[in-house]
């Protein structure tokens, strides 16, 4: 698989839970959902700068899914954070961390096992990219605005310098790929013809996100002949 040359050096390593769910928590007398990882889950820390690409394509597929009607929302969502992890939208700026045993999942430490993340901005970050992509690739409705980041960066010594960025958080590497990826000359982030799927090839023909889907598609485009 081809990689960004911003990217090639990158390590970022972050933490994920073998499995994820949705809790209720009352927060100011208002409801909040949580995203946060079932009790007797194992952790794991993973470099997750390595297939970026793929978690890029992922991010975009969630978000057509929490798109459609009659998506069960919280499973998709679980879904992600076990391939990947939680997003840790408060890494880069430095996270509030709460010290009484009522602090909601947000304020606790990020990666831990009593860190969560609300939902509603945890499905928010997915939809955002996805209408950003979609509006990219010729829809009709505008995103919500420009993505922003700020992000620390260093430029090594030597014959050769290389441009690392010191990224933190998964929701960071996530919004920088994504970035690097719709601004390059080359489509890389796809649609299958076949099912409709966001998929990640850095092949220009590539149309279709399995042999499968060729195949069907072909079949059916046969058929109606
Ligand atoms: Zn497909």
Redesign the pocket.
């Known amino acids: 698989m081809e990689k960004q040359a911003t990217f090639s050096d990158l390590t970022v390593l972050w933490k994920r839970w073998s499995e994820y769910r949705v809790v209720e928590q009352t927060f100011n007398r208002r409801k909040f959902r949580y995203l946060v990882p079932v009790p007797g889950a194992t952790e794991m820390t993973y470099n997750c700068a390595e297939h970026a690409e793929q978690m890029v394509a992922d991010a975009l597929e969630l978000g057509r899914q929490l798109n459609m009607e009659g998506a069960d929302q919280d499973c998709l969502c679980a879904d992600f954070a076990a391939r990947y992890g939680l997003l840790g939208p408060d890494v880069e700026l430095g996270q509030a961390i709460g010290e009484g045993p009522d602090t909601p999942p947000p304020f606790r430490p990020v990666g831990t096992a009593e860190y969560g993340e609300d939902m509603e901005l945890f499905q928010k970050e997915f939809k955002r990219l996805y209408q950003h992509l979609l509006h990219a690739n010729g829809g009709e409705k505008a995103p919500a605005g420009e993505l922003i980041g700020l992000l620390p960066y260093r430029l090594t010594a030597g014959r050769t310098p290389q441009l690392i960025w010191e990224i933190k958080s998964l929701e960071s590497l996530l919004r920088l790929t994504y970035a690097a990826l719709i601004t390059a000359p080359n489509k890389t982030l796809k649609t299958?013809?076949?099912?409709?799927?966001v998929?990640y090839n850095s092949r220009a023909k590539s149309k279709?996100?399995?042999t499968?889907?060729?195949n069907?598609?072909n079949v059916r485009a046969f058929r109606e002949k």
């Open positions: 299958c013809k076949n099912c409709g799927r998929y279709f996100c399995s499968r889907c060729r069907v598609y």
